[in-house]
């Protein structure tokens, strides 16, 4: 299948793995790469730039295949070393970049010095139209029902993806609650280059995190995600559990006088307990309303194999059979 998208990063399915904190590591984005999609290392997950520096070293081992990285400006009192994540980026000679979490504006122009591809991820028209006008190669656009922060709009891929298609000249990639060829082929239709997903990846074999964030996976519906930290207005699509549902109690009795500091206990430093340790009520974790489309644990290559096997069925078959058993219409007055 060629694509934009496929273009665009040189790659062989339009299947990109959004970078995700604690999960972003080497195995998975070689994994990804690997398969004919697109892998990402999670930049600010290695904590240090010479880290990350240490990590994409690691990743090229695994594999020659293009793979990208993930920048997440995130707002905080003491911001990552930004600069230092940007160098050893460009030192690496990395030549793919997902930003996400706020305005890449600053970083663009060196970036493009060095021959790097950007794509924004984007949770409205708006910020993807902005992300295309200040020169983004592509944006992500991510639905209400993505897993992570799905922005404070609220609206799902079914309106966003062609409002998006609409507006945008740069090739975009649906992005939240992808599972499938099925969904593959609808954002094709509703004019996406392409799918990112997030979710899905971590209940695959390579995934680098304790079995029980799997099963947990394999297990939930897509009745258990919870919103929290609304009124914070940084509003995070997690997997319900017991810390989840105590922070949400904090949420409904502080009302508008909530701080960070009251939910801190529920979120802050709590996905190396989840996500390496196991422990599934530590409090919140990132996850898609796609939990409900995950029923088992296949290897990478299996699943992005299955995708594109599904899609290519469902466009050279199913889609092609409504064509041709169109009935004759009928006259009126018989
Ligand atoms: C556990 C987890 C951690 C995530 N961490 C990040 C992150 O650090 N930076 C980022 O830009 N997106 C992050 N995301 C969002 C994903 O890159 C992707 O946009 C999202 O998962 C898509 O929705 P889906 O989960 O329904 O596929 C994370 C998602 C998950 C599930």
């Known amino acids: 299948m060629q694509t934009r998208i496929t273009e665009l990063f040189g790659i062989e399915h339009p299947i990109i793995q959004g970078g ?19 892998g990402i290392i999670t930049g600010l997950t290695q904590g240090t730039p010479d880290n990350l520096f240490r990590e994409i070293a690691r990743c090229r ?3 020659d295949k293009p793979f990208g990285v993930n920048l997440t400006f995130l707002p905080a009192v003491t911001p990552p070393d ?58 992500s656009v991510d639905g209400f029902e993505c897993g992570g922060h799905p922005g404070e709009d609220d609206v ?9 298609a609409e507006e945008l000249k740069i090739p975009f990639v649906a992005s939240g609650g992808v599972a499938n060829g099925k969904q593959l082929v609808a954002a094709l239709a509703m004019g996406a ?18 079995p029980n964030v799997k099963k947990a ?5 897509e009745l258990d995600t919870r919103l929290i930290m609304r009124p914070l207005r940084n509003t995070e699509r997690v997997l319900t559990n017991a810390g ?20 801190a206990p529920e979120v802050a430093g709590v996905y190396p307990r989840i996500i390496k340790d196991g422990d599934m009520d530590a409090g919140g974790w990132s996850c898609g309303m ?34 041709r058993a169109r009935p004759t219409p009928v006259a009126a007055s018989a």
């Open 156 to 164: 799902p891929n079914f309106i966003l993806l062609p409002r998006a």
């Open 244 to 263: 989840v549902e105590r922070l949400l109690e904090k949420e409904r009795t502080l009302g508008a006088k909530i701080t960070f500091d009251d939910v």
């Open 82 to 139: 930004y600069p230092g994540f940007v160098d050893a980026i460009i030192r690496s000679g990395i030549k793919i970049v997902e930003t996400a979490g706020n305005n890449p504006a600053k970083w663009l122009p060196l970036l493009k010095e060095h021959g790097i591809k950007v794509i924004h991820k984007c949770t409205s028209v708006r910020h993807s139209l902005k992300a295309e006008s200040i020169g983004c190669d592509a944006v």
């Open 20 to 38: 995700m904190h604690m999960v972003g590591y080497a195995e998975m984005a070689a994994a990804v790469s690997n398969a004919g999609g697109l």
């Open 193 to 210: 280059d392409g799918i990112n997903m997030g979710t899905r990846f971590i209940a695959t074999v390579e995934a680098p995190v304790h």
């Open 217 to 221: 996976l394999v297990n939930a519906s």
């Open 290 to 323: 796609v939990a409900g489309l995950i029923h088992d644990v296949p290897t990478v290559q299996e699943l992005i194999d299955r995708i594109m096997s599904e899609a290519d069925e469902i466009i050279r078959r199913r889609l092609d059979r409504f064509l």
């Open 61 to 63: 081992q695994m594999t």
